[in-house]
């Protein structure tokens, strides 16, 4: 049975579970639990702090782990990475007092700048030959400025709302994170082919996520342009329609190009333009 440990509470926790459970996964979720048994496949999920996943992973007490790449790379294990998951997006980065002067990173020379993650920080100010004091922090990063305890502070960014909210702007961007799988180092065969079983699953979900299904209608005169849009996974289904000179044509559409692509479909002739959410998408 592979042992996988997720963050125990907050978004990553949700969105960890739920391509969990897309996966075909089954399993029951409690609030005071800090484990649960998969019913369906070999698997036990351990809920717990974000900060101890890659300790765990590393150690092989959980042999797999969700968490975000800011933690991982803060611990200094970022060898346990195995893939990205493409959710819980953020980015690590500096703020200042909205009334402060900040031209380039330079600006920070000497200053103190708070935060919770003095490693990816201390590294990214050395590369640029920055000299700073950093205070170490958990929680509450946003109020040093205003309390006098730093002049800077480098932390999670989601929207940016909170640094507004406390009076900060964001100058600079240290790093971006995502959430990523990673696995210990020393998995046994059984364990290992369990989890390609398991990695074979989150692609098709997460492939399916990012393309949409779809359908048309378009005259045979407009054919070759249509399927120079839409290539598919290898080519378009395309089939005769009961009126003479159409054709429907069916394909695979990146959702980051959908809008671009619909567009240039109806100029060259399509029309009843469906599009379909697709639910697993195997290579």
């Not at 959710?87 to 002067?101: E, G, I, N, T, W």
């Not at 708070?114 to 929680?139: D, K």
Request: a negative charge; one cysteine or more; aromatic letters at 6%.
């Amino acid at each position: 049975m592979l042992r996988l440990a997720i963050q125990k509470s907050g978004r990553l926790s949700e969105d960890s579970l739920n391509l969990i459970r897309e996966c075909g996964i089954s399993f029951l979720s409690s609030s005071y639990k800090l484990k649960t048994e998969a019913t369906n496949f070999p698997l036990e999920i351990l809920y717990l702090r974000d900060d101890d996943i890659p300790g765990y992973v590393q150690d092989g007490v959980a042999d797999l782990g969700i968490v975000g790449q800011n933690v991982l790379v803060e611990a200094g294990l970022p060898q346990l990475e195995i893939e990205g998951l493409g959710f819980s997006k953020c980015r690590l980065s500096l703020a200042v007092p909205r009334a402060a002067a900040y031209d380039s990173v330079a600006d920070l020379q000497g200053k103190s700048i708070a935060t919770s993650y003095p490693q990816i920080l201390g590294s990214y100010l050395q590369e640029r030959g920055v000299s700073a004091h950093l205070h170490t922090i958990s929680g509450s990063v946003e109020i040093a400025p205003s309390i006098g305890l730093a002049e800077a502070i480098c932390d999670i960014v989601s929207s940016g709302s909170t640094l507004l909210g406390n009076g900060l702007r964001e100058v600079e961007t240290v790093f971006r994170s995502e959430a990523v799988l990673i696995a210990t180092q020393h998995l046994s065969s059984e364990k290992t082919a369990l989890l390609e079983q398991l990695q074979f699953r989150m692609q098709a979900v997460r492939r399916a996520r990012r393309n949409k299904y779809i359908v048309l209608n378009a005259p045979v005169a407009a054919l070759d342009a249509v399927k120079a849009l839409l290539p598919g996974i290898k080519s378009p289904t395309v089939t005769a329609l009961a009126e003479e000179g159409w054709v429907s044509v069916q394909s695979v559409v990146n959702e980051d190009d959908f809008w671009d692509i619909t567009g240039q479909l109806k100029a060259v002739g399509a029309e009843g333009i469906l599009v379909l959410p697709i639910e697993k998408m195997i290579a």
